[in-house]
């Protein structure tokens, strides 16, 4: 009588139908004009769903009340960037001083 050890691995992929998923299949067919219907019924029934604010409403509301940047005053002086003032840096030394042990 002999023994025998065997493992086997089997890899399936398999798709589930979940109810967030035929929902969504089910939204997706629907015109707009159903889909307004739909989503009123919903809000009837459900009181914790509140009506939000539609995008495009949104953007214009927030473009009117942004105020465009003041202008640059004349009074502001341009600063420019030099290598004036700056030492001039000894890269070998540096290197030579820096270790790459860890």
């Known amino acids: 009588m ?3 050890l065997r493992q086997s691995l089997k890899l399936t992929q398999q798709l589930v139908m979940t109810p967030q998923l ?3 299949i089910k939204l997706l067919q629907m015109s707009r004009m159903e889909l307004v ?3 009123r019924e919903e809000m009837e029934e459900n009181p ?4 939000g604010i539609e995008e495009s ?3 214009t509301a927030s ?3 942004v105020e465009a940047a003041p202008e640059p005053s004349a009074e502001v002086a341009e600063v420019k960037a030099t ?3 700056l030492p ?3 890269w070998q030394n540096y290197l030579d001083g820096y270790s790459l042990g860890g």
């Not at 914790?48 to 009506?51: A, H, I, K, N």
């Open 2 to 4: 002999a023994l025998e």
């Open 22 to 24: 035929q929902q969504a």
């Open 37 to 39: 219907e739909q989503v």
């Open 48 to 51: 914790v769903l509140e009506e």
């Open 57 to 59: 409403e949104e953007r």
């Open 63 to 65: 473009d009117e009340t």
């Open 83 to 85: 290598d004036e003032g």
């Open 88 to 90: 001039d840096i000894d």
